[in-house]
């Protein structure tokens, strides 16, 4: 009994792996049939069966699955205003905000990665009369058709060979053969687990459209055209004129905000001042010290002479 299960057991498993490589798209070519005859043909029934239904499985479920990207920048005189519009814009359209990211005092850019119905997104994408001017469009399309559904082959026939390993388990008396089967289940478990895992993500990544979306806030909107050399020296001259004036906004700000940093490095001049200071009135009375003494040591010599004279 217990070769016999152990023999089942390799045997289901040389099967599974001759169906999973035989692909998603013609099962009934599966070598199973050849390898049926190693053991009863009640084992053998359940892989048949699981051929034909993925054979019978109508040509419209194996639709193309695409991932498709887009990538939008606008120019927006009423910054907030835009900003506000698409949130209220990505939840009237079912979709959600990834991430977001605003950065700038004046002329402020945002950049948002947005997750919208792909069955929405063309007239989402339509839809921006109230967004700005919009100076860039791109689209991308990835196709994972092939991914996708090797993904659920694989799957299809993990979920067999599970079930085909839970019967076997049943009837297993043997601590070995169950100790076995349990192996190839806990491995079997963590395979499906990693194949719905991805198949999650491609589902996810088909059925929502990524759509990057950067808003320029401006004080004019550009115009498209070329332009003659004054039309060209008036804009550069406004242009840097603006930008004259934001840096100085900027620096303005940033000594207002660095004030506390200015009143610390005061401080610490300070103290230095004073430590310098009382190092040097020091080093100014040692020497009178030292000079009166060495008066004092001439005078006692001179004394000392007169005495002995």
Request: hydrophobic residues 35%; glycine residues 4%.
């Amino acid at each position: 009994m217990k070769k016999k299960l152990l023999m089942v057991v390799l045997c289901i498993a040389m099967t599974i792996a001759l169906t999973a490589c035989g692909g998603a798209y013609d099962s009934k070519n599966s070598s199973f049939e050849d390898y049926s005859g190693g053991y009863e043909s009640d084992w053998a029934e359940p892989s048949n069966s699981s051929a034909e239904k993925s054979d019978s499985i109508p040509e419209g479920e194996y639709s193309q699955k695409l991932i498709l990207r887009y990538t939008l920048e606008y120019q927006s005189k009423d910054f907030d205003k835009s900003y506000a519009y698409i949130e209220n814009k990505v939840k009237e359209y079912g979709g959600y905000i990834e991430n977001s990211s605003v950065y700038g005092y004046i002329d402020r850019t945002a950049n948002l990665t947005l997750r919208i119905p792909t069955a929405k997104v063309e007239e989402f994408v339509k839809d921006d009369s109230d967004l700005g001017t919009k100076v860039n469009k791109s689209q991308s399309a990835e196709d994972i058709t092939l991914q996708y559904y090797d993904v659920k082959a694989h799957l299809e026939t993990l979920n067999t060979k599970r079930e085909r390993l839970l019967e076997l388990l049943k009837e297993a008396k043997d601590v070995a053969d169950i100790i076995t089967i349990e192996d190839q289940l806990s491995q079997c478990e963590y395979e499906i687990n990693s194949y719905t895992t991805t198949m999650n993500l491609y589902n996810n990544l088909v059925m929502y459209t990524t759509i990057n979306l950067t808003i320029y806030e401006v004080r004019d909107i550009e115009a498209v055209g070329e332009d003659n050399v004054w039309q060209r020296i008036g804009k550069g001259f406004v242009a840097n004129f603006h930008d004259v004036c934001d840096k100085l906004v900027d620096f303005g700000v940033w000594f207002i905000t660095s004030i506390p940093y200015f009143v610390l490095l005061a401080i610490a001049i300070f103290v230095v001042v004073l430590i310098l200071r009382g190092i040097s009135k020091i080093r100014r009375k040692h020497p009178r010290r030292k000079k009166e003494k060495k008066e004092a040591g001439v005078i006692n010599c001179t004394t000392e002479n007169k005495d002995k004279e």
